[in-house]
């Protein structure tokens, strides 16, 4: 089992920035890519980011690339999504998730968080 929280999210004005952290516990070692998705009102979840925690490769949708960043703590296993340069769009819930393989697929990941509410004014 893992176990996984997200913190950071908030209320920001359009072009600001937020760190979202999502701390993870439990057998991290069998599950060793995390993975951020965000799901908005009336639409899918979608895939934004992911990371390996051993070889650090990273994954990122189109949308994000050069505006956000993934990075991961090993000693605390604590994984971030660094946002800036927000858009009224990235307004959703997000949510990281713990998974087998580096992909934008939900499928592999087994593990998901609560959620943190991310919402960027106009």
């Known amino acids: 089992q893992v176990q996984l929280v997200e913190s950071g999210g908030g209320l920001v004005q359009a072009g600001g920035s937020l760190r979202l952290s999502c701390a993870a516990s439990?057998?991290?070692?069998?599950?060793?890519?995390m993975g951020w998705f965000r799901q908005a009102p009336g639409k899918e979840r979608e895939f934004v980011a992911a990371?390996?925690?051993?070889?650090?490769?990273?994954h990122y949708e189109d949308s994000v690339k050069g505006r956000f960043s993934i990075s991961s703590d090993n000693v605390k296993n604590t994984v971030y999504l660094q946002m800036n340069s927000l858009r009224p769009e990235d307004s959703a819930v997000y949510y990281c998730?713990?998974?087998?393989?580096?992909?934008?697929?939900?499928?592999?990941?087994?593990?998901w968080g609560h959620g943190t509410q991310v919402t960027v004014s106009s």
């Open positions: 998730a713990a998974g087998r393989i580096l992909t934008s697929s939900r499928a592999p990941y087994d593990y």
């Open positions: 439990g057998r991290t070692f069998s599950n060793p890519t």
């Open positions: 990371i390996n925690w051993r070889g650090g490769g990273t």
